[in-house]
């Protein structure tokens, strides 16, 4: 998405959010934003789609010249839902602009109870049922009475309507959700960074999945949140020509399951939004440690950020020491720290040859106990961590903790199996107001270093990271501690100083404070303050 773009849909977000707040939490308006923007683009497709099958959408009005049940057919066989064209996103702008408001919700509780109803016992039902369930028309926090809240949806519908959805490339509802979790993560009750991975930490992730040598056939993320990964993976397999034909990337299956019931329906809407066809994705609701919704399958290539902290009761732990996923550890991970938990969820569901990157709080590196067996397994035992990248802090919305991608592969082949790449990558970012973010040469220079397995130096002018081949050896030696600052020197020395040189600089502090103090005491008598 272009720069100017961002600007036009954040103005947008921010005028929809000026009408909105006061009268609900930013937690809450969110639902209503990125459902209409996906109303508007669920709009935008059928009137494409019809348009291939009569010359004019005009005709439509009263289905009185041709077989409405053919259409319908027709169409939902193709984007896998229907629903009348008198309901169209254009039509309810119309006669907001013509001054009818009176029956907004009406209007929109149709199209929605349409489109879902369309596609019961079709095979698209999954993919849309529920979508629209977290948008309360009648709400009465939207206004004190019937004409309070049309007015609300008006004005939001109206901001909807500038926003551009024409490019399947733009990912506007990630964009979207991203500004908007800004205002509500402080609010959610939850660290913002459980609902959403910042886009270039995705970029990373999805970057080095696609490096594989194989072909990747399914894209899996067993704590999909809104998506954004999954969809990052799957552009940057598509942009592998080379590699895939026309058939392969129309076949890439992408699978996901989110626990939270408002993002899970955020992660599908996202899917229609970036063009995924309804028979490619399959994305489930629930938890997905204690009920996996893909138990059978496996997939090469993974991507997660998985929940940091999360916790569940002795009894659900007595059962999951039974679990094939996690009974060969011999140990499960601590009741209050789930990370290798999801770590070997996803180790069991990755193909022989397939490649899985995964977002994790530093503690899981050198913490001891159980955490301290697991890793020690999966290093000695299965050989199947490949890549440590240590990333700056304060990067997640409503965390600022640091964090590290760890890269796995089941199938590491000679000199490679014998080492793992460690990458401190925690000095090379650009802080913007309060959050830090990766710039697009930091994520190249991380992307290139992990593919091509190579060491830089600390001096090396040229990258704002630091690298380093570990023999498995010298891990076995530190007892599998994976702490980045016991295998990479970022000491820096300091520079020497004279303390004349110091005494100096204090002096010439002091002066310029006493110079502000008495330019403000000037001030403050301009204005008779007392």
């Known amino acids: 998405m272009s720069s100017d773009k961002n600007k036009d849909l954040y103005k947008n977000l921010w005028n929809i959010a000026n009408v909105l707040r006061g009268k609900m939490d930013p937690d809450e308006f969110k639902n209503y934003i990125l459902g209409f923007i996906f109303f508007k683009h669920l709009s935008d497709k059928l009137k494409k789609e019809i348009l291939k099958e009569i010359d004019s959408i005009d005709e439509i009005k009263d289905f009185s010249n041709?077989?409405?049940?053919?259409?319908k057919d027709e169409v939902t066989k193709s984007i896998g839902y229907y629903f009348n064209p008198d309901l169209l996103f254009t039509k309810i702008i119309t006669d907001i602009n013509n001054g009818d408001k009176s029956h907004i919700v009406e209007f929109l509780s149709k199209a929605f109870n349409e489109i879902i109803d369309s596609t019961i016992g079709r095979e698209s039902n999954d993919d849309f049922r529920g979508l629209f369930s977290d948008i309360n028309l009648h709400n009465p926090k939207l206004g004190q009475d019937d004409k309070e809240i049309q007015n609300t949806l008006a004005k939001v519908l109206m901001n909807i309507n500038d926003i551009d959805l024409s490019s399947e490339n733009n990912d506007v509802l990630g964009d979207a959700y991203e500004y908007l979790i800004g205002m509500f993560a402080s609010s959610a009750g939850k660290k913002g960074g459980e609902f959403y991975t910042p886009s270039e930490v995705s970029q990373i992730l999805a970057k080095i999945v696609a490096s594989q040598e194989t072909k990747i056939k399914t894209i899996y993320d067993p704590t999909?949140?809104?998506?954004?990964l999954l969809i990052k993976a799957y552009r940057e397999t598509k942009k592998r020509k080379d590699k895939y034909s026309r058939a392969d990337l129309d076949n890439m299956k992408i699978r996901g399951q989110e626990l939270n019931h408002t993002t899970f329906n955020l992660a599908r809407m996202n899917m229609f939004l970036h063009g995924v066809n309804h028979t490619n994705f399959n994305l489930k609701q629930g938890d997905t440690i204690k009920n996996d919704k893909f138990k059978d399958e496996k997939f090469n290539a993974i991507v997660a950020n998985p929940p940091f902290g999360t916790s569940w009761e002795p009894s659900e732990r007595d059962y999951l020491a039974l679990d094939e996923r996690f009974s060969k550890y011999g140990k499960l991970a601590p009741a209050s720290r789930a990370e290798y938990t999801f770590v070997q969820h996803m180790l069991e569901h990755l193909e022989q040859d397939g490649l899985m990157a995964t977002v994790l709080p530093h503690g899981v590196l050198f913490r001891a106990g159980a955490e301290g067996e697991i890793r020690k397994?999966?290093?000695?035992?299965?050989?199947?961590?490949d890549a440590i990248?240590?990333?700056p802090s304060n990067l997640f919305f409503?965390?600022?903790?640091?964090?590290?991608?760890?890269?796995?592969?089941?199938?590491?082949?000679?000199?490679?199996?014998?080492?793992?790449?460690?990458i401190d990558a925690s000095k090379g970012f650009e802080k913007i107001k309060n959050q830090n973010k990766l710039r697009e040469k930091d994520i190249n220079d991380i992307v290139s270093t992990y593919i091509e397995r190579k060491e830089v130096d600390k001096n090396d002018e040229n990258y704002d990271l630091i690298s380093r081949v570990?023999?498995?050896?010298?891990?076995?030696?530190?007892?599998?501690?994976?702490?980045?600052?016991?295998?990479?020197?970022?000491?820096?020395?300091?520079?020497h100083r004279e303390l004349y040189e110091i005494d100096d600089d204090l002096k010439k502090v002091k002066e310029e404070k006493n110079k502000l103090e008495k330019e403000i005491e000037v001030l403050l008598k301009e204005f008779d303050f007392k």
Do not use: H
């Open 224 to 228: 999909c949140g809104s998506g954004s």
């Open 470 to 495: 570990v023999p498995i050896s010298e891990i076995e030696e530190n007892e599998y501690n994976l702490n980045i600052s016991r295998y990479i020197d970022t000491f820096e020395e300091i520079e």
């Open 66 to 71: 041709f077989e409405e049940e053919e259409l």
């Open 377 to 385: 397994f999966i290093i000695k035992n299965d050989n199947s961590l």
């Open 398 to 422: 409503g965390t600022g903790i640091p964090a590290i991608i760890a890269v796995y592969k089941k199938c590491r082949k000679d000199e490679e199996g014998k080492s793992i790449l460690f």
């Open 389 to 391: 990248i240590g990333l």
